[in-house]
């Protein structure tokens, strides 16, 4: 069983930064591929990013790709999500994710434990 809480989430001008962080706890001696999804009010949860187990390789949605990046510290069990050059349109709230999988994936499924999610909102 593994816990996972976000935090980092706010309020931010569009063109501007925030830094997302998901502090893991519990069985994080276990590999987990990690993800980023985030939910928009009325729409479907997306996937934004992943980074595997196997030798941190990193997938982006096309959305968020030279935006957006996902890097983990294993030795402080944490997830991060530095994204840059924000727009409106990434208003959601972000969630983190964790898989058994080694490569996590870009399906909600493919997840075995989220986090409770932060609220990102990006002003124009």
């Known amino acids: 069983q593994v816990q996972l809480v976000e935090s980092g989430g706010g309020l931010v001008q569009a063109g501007g930064s925030l830094r997302l962080s998901c502090a893991a706890s519990g069985r994080t001696s276990d590999n987990y591929a990690m993800g980023w999804f985030r939910q928009a009010p009325g729409k479907e949860r997306e996937w934004v990013a992943a980074i595997s187990w196997i030798n941190d390789s990193t997938y982006y949605a096309h959305a968020v790709k030279g935006r957006f990046t996902i890097s983990r510290d294993n030795a402080k069990s944490t997830l991060y999500l530095q994204m840059n050059s924000l727009k409106p349109e990434d208003t959601a709230v972000y969630y983190c994710?964790?898989?058994?999988?080694?490569?996590?994936?870009?399906?909600?499924?493919?997840?075995?434990?989220w986090g409770q999610g932060t609220q990102v909102t990006v002003s124009s």
């Open positions: 994710a964790a898989s058994r999988g080694p490569l996590g994936g870009d399906r909600a499924y493919e997840y075995d434990y």
